[in-house]
């Protein structure tokens, strides 16, 4: 989680978003949900918005 919080949020953002296109395209492996939490709980703490 570390590497999260130290991103810039547009690069967290790109991320986040990169994440759930392969959830869409149905690519969906334990890590990528795991990846996905982090992401979401640092975003939170930031005060980031992910929706789309």
């Given at each position: 989680m570390n590497l999260?919080?130290?991103l810039p949020p547009e690069l967290l953002i790109h991320f986040y978003q990169s994440l759930?296109?392969?959830?869409?395209?149905?690519?969906l492996k334990k890590?990528?949900?795991y990846e996905l939490g982090?992401?979401?709980s640092?975003?939170?703490q930031r005060?980031?918005?992910?929706?789309d």
């Open positions: 999260y919080k130290k759930m296109n392969t959830i869409k395209k149905g690519n890590n990528t949900f982090m992401i979401i640092v975003a939170a005060g980031i918005q992910l929706a």
